[in-house]
């Protein structure tokens, strides 16, 4: 797996790296991923319940592969994939709800607040894991990144740090939560609250509070926020 042996790489060439790291040896991605998050939680019961959640569904390795390619992409670092799985927060804080979702999907409910509580406290990010999240999302930092339980995002969702994607405090319905379109692009300090829909291709500007729907295409900014036009930035893969 090119992810594998490009980390294996990179800390072969610098051992200083892996000195500050402290990564136990891999042979595959289930064994990188639980070294990294042992190491970055500081708990080795993390890591070992990463490793066995990722070893068991190949399917969750290839979505975790193709968000870390799209953090390398977007986030416009040099290094490619392999550092954007060691040293970006919001990849790994992906790579978590990635896990936590999938044991409170089997059941596990306990051991996946569990785990989000602990790998929370380590990237600064609160993901309830019942929360649907579709693929290709980009966390840029990911520091302050607020889910509650019903919030739904669709694929290829762009979003910088300190976001809330809450509740408005005044539903008690089955979806008391945002539904956030395919592309949107949500800026820092950005808070989108209750049961609503932002569209397709949405911009959010920094520091916005949305309280109503969004059609999609639009750019939408202020306290509270009203839409300002067209939306006008996209991280949409070109053709090739």
């Known amino acids: 797996m090119s992810i594998v042996f490009d980390v294996q790489e990179l800390l072969r060439r610098t051992p200083e790296v892996n000195a500050l790291l402290g990564l136990e040896p891999f042979g595959d991605f289930s064994q990188l991923a ?3 998050f042992s190491r970055v939680c500081h708990n080795a019961c993390v890591g070992k319940t990463v490793t066995d959640v990722y070893a068991s ?13 799209e953090t390398a992409r977007r ?10 799985l060691l040293f ?17 999907n089997d059941g596990s409910t306990d051991l996946a607040l569990a785990l989000k509580a602990v790998t929370g406290q380590a990237l600064d990010t609160d993901i309830h894991p019942a929360a649907t999240i579709g693929c290709g999302l980009w966390l840029d930092h990911g520091l302050g990144f607020v889910v509650g339980e019903t919030c739904v995002i669709e694929d290829d ?84």
Not at 75 to 84: K, S
Not at 159 to 176: C, D, F, K, P, Y
């Open 75 to 84: 986030n416009f670092e040099p290094g490619g994939p392999a550092t954007a």
């Open 157 to 240: 969702v762009s979003i910088w740090h300190n976001v809330t994607l809450g509740s408005a405090l005044n539903e008690n319905s089955a979806n008391r939560h945002p539904h956030i379109g395919t592309r949107v692009l949500i800026g820092a300090g950005a808070t989108v609250l209750g049961n609503i829909k932002i569209g397709a291709d949405v911009n959010i500007g920094a520091g916005a509070i949305v309280l109503d729907d969004v059609p999609s295409g639009s750019l939408v900014v202020g306290n509270k926020a009203t839409v300002r036009g067209a939306a006008k930035i996209s991280f949409v893969k070109a053709a090739q």
């Open 88 to 104: 970006s927060r919001g990849a790994q804080a992906v790579m978590a709800h990635r896990v936590a979702h999938k044991l409170w």
């Open 57 to 69: 569904d190949h399917a969750l390795q290839e979505l975790s592969i193709h968000e870390i390619n």
């Open 34 to 36: 639980g070294s990294l």
